[in-house]
C-alpha cells in the first residue's frame, strides 16, 4: 500500500477473534430453544430495539432469510438501509460471521459463512427468529445432531447401593486442610481485614448475627419433609479433615431440576442483574438469597424451588454434625455465559481457616446443588476444590450434590461458558465464639 500505510495485524487478529465470539455466543443463544421447546424464538432478544429494528428491515427487503446467497446482502436496498443503522445498533459497523443457511450451525458451514456488518447480521437473524426459521423441525434437526456429534460418556465405576437406591456417591480423594498458618500469616490476616473493613455483612457476620436466625438441623428437616422429586443416601457422611468433599449425585430428579432451573431464569431474567458490587473483583455471578422455609404461596420461585430447598435441609441433618445450626437463607446463583464474559468466581474459602480470624463468619459447612448443567459446546461451570497441585472438580450435572468443609478447602467455579449455569447453596454455621480450635 502507498506511503507505508498497512493494515495492523494485532487490530486484524483481535477482530477476527471477536467475530468468532459473537458467532459462539450467538449460537450458544439460539441453544436455548434447543433444550427447551417452550421458549418462543421470538422471545430472544438480539438488542434493546428489536422490534423496532425488524420493522425498519421489512419495510425496505421483503426477501426470505432462511438460505441467502452473496448478492443478495451487496444490494443498493441494503447499502441505503445500513447507513441508517450507525446509532441504532451497538458496533454497528463490526465484522460479524452470518451462517447462509439458517438450518445450519456454523461448523457444518464454515467455509461458507459470510462477513457482514453487525447491522445487517441482526436484522437477518431478528427475521429468522419471528419468521419460523427456528421452529419445531429445526429444534428436532439440532438435537438429532447433537446427539450424533456427542462424544460417548466414560463409565465410571461406582459404590454399590442398596436394592432400590436410584442415588450414588462418589468417593473424594483426600485434600490436603488448607493451611494459613505460615510465616504469610500475618499478611493474609491484614489483607483481610482491610478488604472486610466496612462491610456491613462482614460485620454482622463476625458478631454472629446470623446465628440467631438459625434451627436444629432435625427442626429443618422437618419442616421441609424429603418428597419424591429428592433422595439422599441411608447414611451420609459428614465431610471431615480426612475426606474434606462428599459429592452425591442424582439427588434430585431431572424433570425436577428442569421445572427448576426455567423457573430461577425466569426470575434473573425478570429482575435483571444482582451482583454483589463489593465483590466484583473475585465473583460476576448474579445471586438472590432466598428464604429455605417460607410461604410457597406467596412465592412462584419458592414454590418452584421446594425439591432443591428441601434436599438442603434434610441433607444438613443427615450429616450428624453435632452443634450444626441450620440457617433460614439460601443462596440462589446464576453465572451466565450467555451475557457475561465467562463469568466465574476466583479461589477462596466460605469461612477464615483459623477460629477467630477476621474473616470469621461461623460457617462450617457448605452444600450446593447444581440445578442443570452444560449443554453440549459449552462449558465450565465445574465447583473446583484443590490445594496446591491436587484438585477435583465437581462437574456440572442436574441433582449433584457437593458438601465440604468451608473453612478449609479452598475452591472455586471455572469460567463458565456459552451456558446458564444455576445452583443453590446452603451454608451451615456453629457457634464457636468459646472456642480456639475446631475437632
Not at 425488524?54 to 452473496?70: G, M, N, Q, T, W
Not at 455465559?337 to 468466581?345: I, Q, S, V
Amino acid at each position: 500500500m502507498a506511503d507505508g500505510i498497512t493494515n495492523d495485524p494485532e487490530i486484524e487478529k483481535n477482530g477476527c477473534n471477536a467475530a468468532g465470539d459473537y458467532a459462539l455466543l450467538h449460537w450458544a443463544t439460539l441453544q436455548r430453544l434447543v433444550q427447551d421447546d417452550a421458549v418462543p424464538a421470538e422471545s430472544i432478544e438480539l438488542t434493546p430495539t428489536d422490534r423496532r429494528l425488524y420493522c425498519c428491515f421489512r419495510a425496505s427487503i421483503s426477501e426470505p432469510v432462511d438460505k441467502l446467497r452473496p448478492e443478495q446482502l451487496k444490494t443498493a436496498l441494503w447499502r441505503d438501509l445500513l447507513t441508517c443503522m450507525q446509532g441504532r445498533v451497538d458496533d454497528f459497523n463490526f465484522m460479524t460471521l452470518l451462517r447462509p443457511d439458517a438450518s445450519r450451525s456454523y461448523d457444518e458451514q464454515k467455509a461458507e459463512l459470510f462477513v457482514v456488518p453487525r447491522a445487517q447480521f441482526v436484522m437477518i437473524e431478528l427475521a429468522r427468529l419471528r419468521e419460523g426459521c427456528y421452529g419445531a423441525p429445526w429444534r428436532a434437526a439440532r438435537r438429532a445432531a447433537d446427539a450424533r456429534e456427542a462424544p460417548p460418556k466414560a463409565r465410571v465405576p461406582r459404590r454399590a447401593l442398596p436394592a432400590g437406591g436410584r442415588v450414588e456417591v462418589v468417593a473424594t480423594a483426600k485434600f490436603a486442610v488448607v493451611s494459613r498458618r505460615g510465616d504469610d500469616r500475618g499478611a493474609f490476616e491484614a489483607e483481610l481485614a482491610a478488604r472486610l473493613e466496612g462491610d456491613a455483612n462482614a460485620a454482622a457476620a463476625r458478631a454472629g448475627g446470623q446465628l440467631d436466625e438459625c434451627v436444629a438441623p432435625r427442626e429443618a428437616a422437618a419442616r421441609l419433609p424429603l418428597g419424591s422429586d429428592a433422595s439422599l443416601p441411608a447414611t451420609l457422611a459428614a465431610p471431615s479433615r480426612e475426606r474434606p468433599v462428599v459429592v452425591v449425585e442424582g439427588a434430585l430428579s431431572p424433570a425436577a431440576c428442569k421445572a427448576m432451573t426455567r423457573a430461577a431464569l425466569a426470575y434473573f431474567d425478570a429482575v435483571g442483574s444482582k451482583q454483589i458490587a463489593s465483590q466484583l473483583v473475585h465473583r460476576t455471578d448474579d445471586v438472590a438469597f432466598l428464604p429455605l422455609f417460607g410461604d410457597e404461596d406467596a412465592s412462584p420461585l419458592l414454590e418452584a424451588l421446594r425439591p432443591a430447598r428441601t434436599l438442603l435441609a434434610n441433607a444438613a441433618a443427615a450429616v450428624g454434625w453435632a452443634g450444626l445450626r441450620v440457617p433460614e437463607t439460601a443462596q440462589l446463583a446464576l453465572y451466565d455465559g450467555l451475557k457475561n464474559f465467562r463469568p466465574r468466581y476466583c479461589p477462596h474459602t466460605d469461612n477464615d481457616p483459623v477460629v477467630g480470624g477476621p474473616g470469621e463468619n461461623y460457617r462450617e459447612l457448605t452444600l450446593l446443588v447444581y440445578l442443570n448443567g452444560a449443554p453440549p459446546g459449552a462449558s465450565g461451570g465445574e465447583l473446583t476444590c484443590f490445594e496446591g497441585e491436587d484438585r477435583l472438580d465437581v462437574a456440572p450435572r442436574p441433582g449433584t450434590l457437593a458438601l465440604f468443609r468451608s473453612r478449609d478447602v479452598l475452591h472455586a467455579v471455572r469460567p463458565v461458558k456459552l451456558w446458564r449455569r444455576v445452583a443453590l447453596s446452603l451454608w451451615c454455621l456453629e457457634d464457636t465464639r468459646d472456642r480456639a480450635t475446631l475437632p
